[in-house]
């Protein structure tokens, strides 16, 4: 079956740097838009940033200027980018995609999540 498996958490200090991949494998047809959520202790799941198939990326006002999010159509891969973390960017990351299995369903799937602390 299609899984996504996200990798590249860890701890950080402030001001430092994470790349965040995001793999997705099996009967995979196309994948469509995809994106990063997180979710830190006690608060809702949020929005990171998306990125369509083609046209703008799109990013949480908390993360513009500072996290990129980027795809390779060829390898099945989704990454994030974040440069200048701050403690508050601490939370679980779940990477996220739309696909179209080989036997033509279209649905969205979720990774396991990584954990990303920033602190000193």
């Known amino acids: 079956q299609v899984q996504l498996v996200e990798s590249g958490g860890g701890l950080v200090q402030p001001g430092g740097s994470l790349r965040l991949s995001c793999a997705a494998s099996?009967?995979?047809?196309?994948?469509?838009?995809a994106g990063w959520y997180r979710q830190a202790p006690g608060k809702q799941r949020e929005l990171v940033a998306t990125?369509?198939?083609?046209?703008?990326?799109n990013y949480a006002d908390s993360v513009k200027g500072r996290f990129t999010i980027s795809r390779d159509n060829a390898k099945n891969t989704v990454s994030l980018q974040m440069n200048s973390l701050k403690p508050e960017d601490t939370a679980v990351y779940y990477c996220?995609?739309?696909?179209?299995?080989?036997?033509?369903?279209?649905?969205?799937?979720w990774g396991q999540g990584t954990q990303v602390t920033v602190s000193s």
């Open positions: 099996g009967p995979i047809s196309s994948i469509n838009a």
């Open positions: 990125i369509p198939t083609g046209g703008n990326t």
């Open positions: 996220t995609a739309n696909i179209r299995t080989r036997a033509g369903w279209r649905s969205d799937y």
